[in-house]
């Protein structure tokens, strides 16, 4: 009956007719029979001055805002207060309040109250609080959430659906280059930073500069120009100066996005990056929702052999409600540590995810050697067996630890669980993103899979679905010599997979 919602203390749902405290409480549902269930606070338990809290599951209001709309109950001579807070991450706001008995009678008509949503909103909550005695039941019924703003009221009218909330528009919803003042977020009403050039409305501190272009301060670090200037010296970008008098080893240094509102369906942040040095340190990617931020990303040391060497493009999926995205770099023992950062994009995108396990039945020959137009993966090493390298790599058990789909679009280790000490690895043959199906449950620390050079283990669905991978990225499988769980399917795709939230 709770819709997803948590709640606390003495809330409970009532099945139909009156709560069971005497004169107060409603007699029925706000439809008006007494089979229409409704949530109140139950006062004949509980003590005074208790607050007890009914929370909306994950919301994402965009641009332009939402508008809530509920109705409330509040018959009895103890009744306490009644409130509604709008919650960006875990920063709540009140937004409607109601102290006292509100109606006359448990027949009285249920009263609409319909709250505006500020874009960006995350969550609802309605906090009740217990009076002194048995008599002070507050009750809450028929709650619809929408876009589109509408002027707070209290008035007692008919409720009409809210509307179906549009679709995103597709787009961008963050962009910076670091050339100009005035790019950056593209969400209307929410400007940039003022004062500070080139940095898109982005805060940052400690070593994070801008460069206008050429290479940064240090010799034999940075690159020699920004992304977008390959041969000229025009091009901003960021990086941490490590040869700033009050940098110190493990410094971090963070810049982060303005507030975003990534909608159901997700979207994707690209980024460049340079790091070339002979003591660069840790560049890692976060997604924030409020001021809770997840690691998603990481690069640790040296990756680029040159001033000269060509940047390089990351991507990651970001989830419905993410709020910013945040970058950390951190300084190791000296100068020549710079890691820089150029042309950051957020845009909108969506699609479907697989739907079913893939066939593992092969239907090309054994150790085929031809290639196939539509593969995705290619398994170019696996112990302890393999007798096929070419084409889309092992097709069968037999001829591999771990091996393709037929199509080329999954690989697998097979049915059942995954053996002790294996070792694959899958080379990525078309840009995409990466999707789990079923489930993935590894042995934490021991059994993982990691990405190109990144020393970050994968263990999880969350880890994998949707990581952005790019061509010629390998792909390794470790397990170790003990435990083995159920094995793993893992497909590509050239879109993302839309993120799946609860109504």
């Known amino acids: 009956f709770w819709c997803g919602m948590s709640h606390s203390n003495i809330f409970q749902v009532d099945q139909g007719g009156s709560t069971p405290s005497f004169a107060t409480g409603p007699s029925s549902g706000q439809a008006g029979t007494t089979t229409d269930n409704y949530a109140h606070i139950e006062t004949s338990s509980g003590t005074t001055g208790m607050v007890s809290v009914l929370t909306s599951p994950n919301l994402l209001i965009q641009t332009g805002g939402g508008s809530l709309s509920f109705y409330y109950h509040m018959f009895g001579a103890q009744i306490g207060t009644l409130t509604v807070q709008t919650c960006v991450g875990a920063v709540c706001t ?213 001033l000269t060497s060509a940047w390089t493009q990351a991507a990651w999926l970001l989830p419905a409600g993410t709020t910013s995205v945040k970058w950390t770099a951190s300084r190791t023992t000296s100068f020549t540590g710079d890691i820089s950062i150029d042309t950051i994009a957020i845009i909108l995108g969506s699609s479907v995810p697989p739907t079913s396990a893939p066939t593992l039945a092969p239907t090309l020959p054994a150790c085929s050697v031809a290639a196939i137009p539509t593969a995705f993966f290619r398994v170019s090493a696996s112990v302890p067996v393999m007798t096929c390298q070419n084409g889309a790599g092992p097709t069968t058990a037999a001829e591999g630890t771990c091996y393709t789909t037929t199509s080329g679009t999954c690989f697998t280790d097979g049915p059942g ?46 880890q994998i679905n949707n990581l952005a991978v790019t061509v010629g990225t390998p792909i390794a499988w470790f397990s170790d010599g003990s435990v083995t769980n159920p094995g793993f399917i893992i497909c590509g795709s050239t879109t993302a997979a839309p993120t799946t939230t609860c109504s």
């Open 417 to 462: 669980n995954h053996g002790n000490n294996e070792r694959c690895t899958i080379d990525v043959l078309s840009s995409g993103f990466l999707s789990v199906v079923g489930t993935i449950a590894l042995e934490t620390f021991f059994d993982y899979f990691t990405i190109g050079t990144s020393a970050t283990r994968l263990q999880t669905d969350a």
């Open 94 to 306: 009140t937004a409607f309040t109601r102290t006292g008995q509100q109606q006359t009678a448990v027949t009285g008509a249920w009263t609409r109250a319909v709250v505006s949503l500020p874009a960006g909103t995350t969550s609802v909550k309605w906090l009740a609080t217990r009076g002194t005695s048995f008599n002070g039941d507050i009750s809450i019924d028929t709650i619809t959430i929408g876009q589109g703003t509408v002027p707070p009221t209290s008035a007692p009218t008919a409720l009409t659906p809210s509307p179906t909330p549009a679709p995103p528009p597709p787009g961008t919803l963050f962009e910076c280059g670091f050339n100009t003042p005035a790019t950056g977020l593209l969400t209307p009403g929410v400007p940039t930073t003022a004062g500070v050039r080139f940095w898109c409305g982005m805060t940052h501190n400690n070593l994070f500069t801008v460069d206008q272009g050429g290479g940064t301060s240090s010799g034999g670090t940075g690159p020699s120009s920004g992304q977008g200037e390959s041969s000229v010296t025009g091009d901003n970008y960021a990086h941490i100066e490590t040869s700033t008098v009050a940098a110190n080893a493990g410094m971090v240094s963070f810049m982060q996005t303005p507030a975003i509102v990534v909608p159901t369906g997700g979207a994707v942040v690209t980024f460049y990056y340079h790091m070339f040095g002979a003591t660069i340190g840790t560049l890692t990617l976060q997604t924030c929702v409020g001021t809770v931020c997840t690691s998603v990303w990481t690069q640790t040391g040296q990756q680029h052999t040159a």
